[in-house]
């Protein structure tokens, strides 16, 4: 797994995908403003200074509007929901949604542009360095698929009873289907929903720390 100043060294844009998500055109980026979709996909280092720990923080957050839709949700690396620390309630929508806290997350992010999709998931954990106290990030990409096609237009309501159900299908370059980790199979499903999800204002993947007990 490499350090992100080391995949930086080798590629900057590689290191700036995996720290800060999916690297969107500046066209695409203002038709998302233009449209409100709001997404804050960083991961950072925080400091629990009572528990004295260092934890990565990340926000659920993102939605849709019919020909658009852009989420980011974090989950574990096992593919598990993860609760989150709080939700967050606003009178706008498609922004953020729940802010996660954990030692190690698995990124998922989504772009739809009507039915074509992007997708990257990508692993972040805590690593020490040799003589620092404050951890730094070790990140990897664990899936990247591009110009995926959602078969369904499930930001219609008449579709509405396939969501969670449907996700879309990524190709290699050579147009042989691609296979996403299969841990990850129903947070993509879930992720596919948010992106579909036109005025969104609930976390689709993290779930509630009293739901989390009730699993347990």
Partial sequence: ???LSE??????????HLLHGLSLPVATLQALQRRGIYCTSGVTVEHQHLAKRYVLRGVESGGAVADMGRTCAFL??????LPWLQSIDSLA?????????AESLVRIEMLRTVRTCELSIS??????QPGRTRPEITSKSVFRGRDGVLSVELWKEEHR???????PIFYTRAGEPMQVPRRFEE????VTTAVCCVGCKHAHVSISPQSSEVAL
């Fill in 1 to 3: 797994m490499a350090n």
């Fill in 7 to 16: 995949i930086h060294r080798r590629s900057p844009e590689a290191s700036s």
């Fill in 76 to 81: 574990s690396p096992d593919g598990l929901p």
């Fill in 93 to 101: 929508v498609n922004g953020r949604h729940a802010i996660i806290l």
């Fill in 123 to 128: 692993l972040h954990t805590l690593s020490l």
């Fill in 161 to 167: 009873t396939l969501r969670g159900e449907l996700a």
């Fill in 187 to 190: 947070a993509i499903r879930k």
